[in-house]
């Protein structure tokens, strides 16, 4: 077996292709797991941040012109960029530029999606692309761009949206489409609180993933007509696609697989999505490989040591199943059950957790049991200590997601002041 990972080569298509990554959504619904990052920049699978998977699925497509769009609370996330992703050669026309918002125009901030690309029109036309394609930086997904350009630069479609099947009830939080035999849109709703079904399936809708591919001349033409539209919310999903429906080339890309069965993509927008999503990644064959040496997720990896796993006494024995556990980590006669241990954290003796997620550096001292939750990074989790077992009692400390009972704790619910503002 090989010793390196070999990705996909750039195509005459790709070369020709611009990525912005729209990076600077606040990501409210995360709670206080954005209350000091942009939801981009939140740890994700025990190694990662969420933007990593966006951002090496543009480099395993072969398209290596990206630039990242920022802005709320951006310092952790251009941090990462930084460290994780200067392996680009922008000699050669590679690169991952960060394009903060700067009040270019008129000394205001991105004022939405739309606003935040026409804000660097001129960045854009200075790399002179044939197609720009549009990204959500807060998705988990595998996909390979460089199909769904081959798709759009074929059908000769203005643009082409990324779709994917959802149950309705979800589909209220998304763009909703209708579209034709030929995968015309014929309809886009953005957020509609009545789903429209699809035909044959009552319970689905058909989702916008954020994905958007333009042709550039319509894109810069669309661009200014929406900053010239003083009812516009400076929005693709609410303004500029549905605006360009009825008389213009808009095209769908279902994201299935051959078997016309959808792939795996998440919003991980809440809490319980972003538990759920990350716990996704302990199945015995979990829907998203990252262990799929053709597609690897690329990140900045710090130096630790491996993962480490001490005692073996009845009652104290350093173990994980069904769990994801990674470098930098002790277990020290601790038991982990279908659960994501991140980078560097030390869990004591006679603890136990269960079906949770731990982001980076977190410390759980002795005799705690934590379940069903998510702790936040840097967090020191006092000996003792009991979490997901007494609703009453969780509600009273920490963040507790109202259907799904997840637990949400962060060092400041325990205290600990990381982030000091005066």
Request: charged letters at 25%; a negative charge.
């Amino acid at each position: 077996m090989k010793y390196y990972t070999e990705t996909k080569s750039s195509s005459a298509l790709t070369r020709k292709t611009l990525a912005l990554v729209l990076a600077g959504g606040e990501g409210s619904r995360l709670k206080e797991l954005t209350r000091w990052r942009a939801k981009p920049a939140v740890p994700f699978g025990g190694k990662y941040r969420i933007v990593d998977f966006v951002l090496s699925n543009c480099v395993n497509s072969g398209i290596h012109k990206i630039g990242v769009l920022t802005q709320y609370k951006s310092h952790s996330l251009i941090r990462h960029i930084q460290r994780a992703w200067s392996f680009m050669r922008y000699e050669i026309g590679e690169f991952v530029e960060i394009l903060p918002a700067q009040q270019r125009i008129d000394k205001d901030w991105y004022k939405g999606t739309a606003d935040a690309l026409y804000q660097n029109l001129d960045i854009m036309r200075r790399h002179s692309p044939e197609y720009v394609l549009v990204l959500g930086g807060d998705h988990i997904y595998s996909m390979d761009y460089s199909k769904m350009l081959m798709e759009h630069a074929n059908s000769g479609a203005d643009v082409t949206i990324g779709c994917i099947e959802v149950p309705r009830e979800e589909a209220k939080g998304f763009g909703v489409m209708s579209i034709d035999e030929n995968l015309r849109i014929t309809k886009f709703s953005e957020k509609p609180s009545n789903p429209e079904p699809m035909p044959g399936k009552p319970d689905m809708a058909l989702a916008s993933m954020g994905i958007y591919i333009f042709s550039t001349e319509f894109l810069y033409q669309k661009l200014i007509e929406d900053s010239d539209n003083p009812n516009s919310s400076r929005d693709f999903g609410k303004d500029i696609i549905p605006s360009v429906i009825d008389d213009q080339y808009v095209r769908a890309y279902p994201f299935v697989d051959h078997n016309e069965e959808p792939l795996y993509w998440r919003d991980v927008g809440t809490v319980e999505s972003f538990w759920k999503a990350n716990l996704d990644l302990c199945t015995v064959e979990p829907e998203l490989n990252l262990y799929d040496r053709d597609w690897p997720i690329w990140t900045y990896q710090a130096q630790y040591p491996p993962a480490k796993f001490v005692f073996d006494d009845e009652g104290r024995r350093g173990e994980a199943i069904d769990s994801m556990v990674s470098g930098g980590c002790i277990i020290s006669g601790a038991r982990i059950k279908r659960s994501v241990i991140s980078t560097g954290c030390h869990i004591h003796s006679y603890s136990l957790i269960k079906d949770s997620v731990l982001l980076p550096r977190v410390e759980v001292g002795r005799n705690c049991r934590i379940q069903n939750a998510v702790i936040d990074k840097g967090t020191i989790i006092p000996p003792g200590t009991i979490i997901g077992e007494d609703p009453v009692a969780d509600a009273e400390r920490f963040y507790l997601e109202p259907e799904s009972g997840i637990v949400l704790v962060t060092p400041d619910m325990f205290g600990q002041r990381l982030h000091v503002v005066r």
